[in-house]
Each structure stands twice: as structure tokens, then as C-alpha cells.
């Protein structure tokens, strides 16, 4: 921790002063200001969000829909090795030679957090993720109803809403929102996946794919928006191979509450559409802000109130009736303008310091038509090649956010910062005061008692 950041004894009892102060507010005005905002069930009736988690009609950033393009993410994106149309092939060999060298670097001078059982551990969940299916339409294994000679699930959109929250949440999904496509959100549907393959909306009853395209049916207009956690545990050791293992393993789960999210669909007589490559389908983090899931911040990727941004977020459309949510307002957004933690202990410095977010995207791997704290991918992307060998994690880890809520303090400060935002600042130095965001030792993780997946799944 620099001298910098560092409080002082005496700076340190006036900040705890000013915290008896929070207390006060936010047990009297606080609790006043949320009024009817506290207890506010989610779409379907499930509630599991705390009150000062204000369900609002806009996201606490701002949106163009007019200006807003579907986005070709096989151009435009920097999905996999290699920075693919941002640089020529020659540069795209350097750099994925470059990441060879740096993973046998590392590797060679057994440093911790990328020793052989390291890089052992993460090459196994890499390896089975790769093997397992991914597809747009699904497995298509489930039976059907008609095959017992009945008719689809008949519920109202709100039983069917609450349903597939709860069934979401047995298969794995930590957060489940809905999203409705209509003229405006249908943007943010890709016009082209990864893989260079069309995403059509067509009048047509069942969905399909050939060679060129994947068709979605005008009528399927519901969109299942869902996290996956992360293992703090593990990603407070990035940049690391053991930070990276929790990033695939979660991709990992997440393709298997995609799985079985298709064949409950399908066994109830609807069809449920996924990613069916890494990350496609649409823009994840425009659609978890939408269904209300966090909200986006100076990582350009999406908070949540409960596990901060220690999540991967995937997305499947379906055409069975559902509710939508809401965007939210926790103040996550408002504080990322005070905080900037992020962006200082970012080693390539590739993300924003500006005070507000911008309209202006840095780069075409950025989607235009949205407020947003932009980042520079490029500058992330040659760190991971030419320094790492693995991916970075070191924003997420650092964020006052990704720490879980082990004590009352910590909720009482979430509190705080949504009802409260002119002790943000304060805030931020204590998160320094108190060692928050400091790198963990990688050998000593593998001396842990984990709890599964190295997650406390248990709700706060």
C-alpha cells in the first residue's frame, strides 16, 4: 500500500466519526428516502435483492437507442488469441508466440500462481469445457410434451417468470433477470456471432440454423439474462493461472445451466437459444444491466450488489411468456466516479480515469449508443500476450465490490453507498486504510479449506 493512500490514526478516527454519522442517516433519512422501494419484489415475485437495491425505469447510464447499431461481433470483437482485425497477421503470430513465451517463462521459473500444478489445474477445466456441447438450438434430448400427447406449460407470465428463476437457481445460476426484445433491445442481439455466422430474426415457429445463419423467431421475445459466480478466492491471486481457472470454470458451469435451461425449456414445449460460441449471442453486459442484474462501471463490465463484478454473465432467448425486470440503481455507477480504483492498478493503464463516462467509444470492439467508461482492449489484450501468458483479473480483484460481505460492516457500507453517495470518497480510503484489494498470496491457496468451486454460495 502506497504512503499515498495510506490514512493517518487521526484521519482514520474522523472517518470512523464520519461513519457513526452514515449510521445515523442511513437508519433514518436512508430508510425514509427508500420508502416504497424497500422489500420491491423482482419480475415473477422472487425477491432476493436488499432494499437500498432500487428498481428504476433507466439505467444509471445513459442510452441512445436511435444511435445504437447490432454489433458484428465476428469483426469487431477481440474474442480468443490474437487481436484478429486490429492487427495484421504477422502481429497476430507475434502475439500468440509472445504468449507462448511468456506462459514458459513463468512456468520455467516455477513462480507461484503459475507453477506446474497451476497451470495443471486450469488446462483441466479448460480441456473439459472445450469437449462439452455448446449449441444455438440445445442438446434437443429432453422429451417433449407432445411425445406424452399433452399440451405445452400453460402459465401466466409471471408463474412462468417465478418458475424459471427458481429452476435457474437449482442449476447454478447465482442471479437470473428478464429482458423483453422489442424494436430497441433487439440491437443488442448480434448481427453476426463470433464465428462469422448471420443472427436472423424471421416470421418463422421454430428456430433453426444452416451453414450461413441462425434464425430466431419474431415470437420468441423473452430474454434469459443470468450470472454464474466467480471464486473470489481465487481471482484475489490474478494475474495468475489460478485467477484464469476460475474464469473458465465459470464459463464452464455456465455452459451447463445453459444445457440444462434448454432442455427445461424444451420439456415444457418452448425453445430456449444460446450462445453458441463463447460469449455470443448478444452483449452481455448491456443485457444484465436491462434485467436489472447490476450495473455497468468503470470496468465497462457489470456490478452486482451481492457479488460485486465476481461474475460471468451468459444469456439464452426463449419464446415461452415471461415478465421483464428493471434496471437498478445501488450506486454502484455513482461511486466508480470517486473511485477509480480499478483504473490505478491497472499495469497497462487501459482503463478511463475521466470522472464521468463518456459517449464516445474508444475503438470498435466498443458498441456506440451508450454512456459508458470506455476501456482500451488493445492495451489489455498485448499485456495478456506479451507479459502474462494468461488473462488479468487484477480490476476485478481490487474493486471495493468484489469483496463478500463477511461482517455488518460490509453490508452496512453497501448500504452506504447507495443511500448515501457524499462519503463515497471516504469510503474508497478506508477500502485502501483497511488493505482491501491487495494481491493474495497464489501459493498459499492451494493450503485452503474451499468451499465447492472456491464460492460461499450461501445468500448474504
Known amino acids: 500500500m502506497s504512503e499515498q493512500n495510506r490514512l493517518s490514526r487521526r484521519d482514520f478516527l474522523k472517518n470512523m466519526g464520519m461513519a457513526g454519522v452514515t ?9 425514509t428516502a427508500a420508502g416504497e422501494q424497500m422489500g420491491q419484489e423482482r419480475a415473477g415475485g422472487i425477491s432476493r435483492r436488499p432494499w437500498w437495491v432500487r428498481q428504476v425505469d433507466e439505467p444509471t447510464l445513459g442510452i441512445k437507442w436511435d444511435a445504437i447499431q447490432r454489433f458484428d461481433a465476428e469483426q469487431n470483437t477481440l474474442l480468443g488469441i490474437g487481436l484478429k482485425h486490429f492487427a495484421t ?7 500468440q508466440k509472445a504468449w507462448y513465451e511468456s506462459e514458459k517463462r513463468h512456468l520455467v521459473n516455477n513462480e507461484p500462481g503459475f507453477t506446474l500444478k497451476d497451470s495443471a489445474l486450469l488446462n483441466a477445466f479448460h480441456s473439459v469445457r472445450e469437449a462439452m456441447p455448446r449449441s444455438f438450438l440445445g442438446p434437443q434430448q429432453a422429451p417433449m410434451p407432445q411425445d406424452y400427447g399433452l399440451e405445452p406449460w400453460q402459465g401466466t407470465p409471471e408463474e412462468n417468470t417465478a418458475m424459471v428463476k427458481v429452476a435457474m437457481q437449482q442449476m447454478g445460476a447465482s442471479l437470473t433477470g428478464i429482458v423483453h ?18 443472427l436472423v430474426f424471421d416470421d418463422v415457429e421454430q428456430a433453426y440454423e444452416d451453414d450461413e445463419k441462425r434464425v430466431i423467431p419474431n415470437k420468441a421475445e423473452w430474454v434469459i439474462v443470468y450470472a454464474v459466480q466467480m471464486s473470489d478466492i481465487a481471482m484475489k491471486r490474478a494475474p495468475t493461472k489460478i485467477a484464469q481457472m476460475t474464469t473458465k470454470e465459470s464459463y464452464q458451469r455456465g455452459l451447463v445451466v445453459q444445457n440444462n435451461a434448454q432442455e427445461f425449456l424444451r420439456g415444457l414445449g418452448y425453445q430456449g437459444l444460446g450462445e453458441a460460441v463463447l460469449n455470443g449471442l448478444g452483449i452481455a453486459p448491456a443485457f444484465a444491466v436491462l434485467a436489472g442484474l447490476g450495473e455497468l462501471s468503470r470496468l465497462n463490465r457489470v456490478i452486482t ?7 460471468r454473465i451468459f444469456k439464452l432467448i426463449t419464446d415461452l411468456p415471461l415478465v421483464a425486470d428493471k434496471p437498478i440503481d445501488a450506486g454502484i455507477a455513482r461511486f466508480c466516479r470517486s473511485c477509480k480504483k480499478c483504473a490505478e492498478a491497472c499495469p497497462p493503464s487501459a482503463l478511463s480515469f475521466a470522472t464521468e463516462p463518456g459517449w464516445e467509444p474508444v475503438g470498435a470492439w466498443n458498441n456506440g449508443g451508450h454512456q459508458a467508461w470506455f476501456e482500451d482492449s488493445l492495451r489489455c489484450k498485448r499485456y495478456w500476450y506479451e507479459e502474462l501468458g494468461t488473462n488479468c483479473g487484477i480490476c476485478f480483484s481490487v474493486c471495493p465490490f468484489s469483496k463478500r460481505n463477511k461482517s455488518f460492516m460490509h453490508d452496512l457500507i453497501r448500504m452506504q453507498i ?26 498459499a491457496w492451494w493450503t485452503l479449506d474451499l468451499p465447492e468451486y472456491g464460492i460461499n454460495t450461501e445468500k448474504d
Open 23 to 31: 449510521l445515523g442517516v442511513t437508519g433514518t433519512v436512508g430508510l
Open 89 to 95: 497477421p504477422e502481429e497476430n503470430d507475434r502475439l
Open 181 to 198: 426484445l422489442d424494436e430497441n433491445t433487439r440491437k443488442l442481439i448480434y448481427s453476426a456471432d463470433h464465428d462469422g455466422k448471420k
Open 305 to 311: 450488489p451481492e457479488y460485486g463484478p465476481m461474475v
Open 418 to 443: 447507495s443511500q448515501v453517495p457524499f462519503l463515497d470518497e471516504m469510503t474508497r480510503n478506508m477500502d485502501d486504510a483497511f488493505g482491501y484489494g491487495i494481491q493474495k498470496d497464489p501459493e
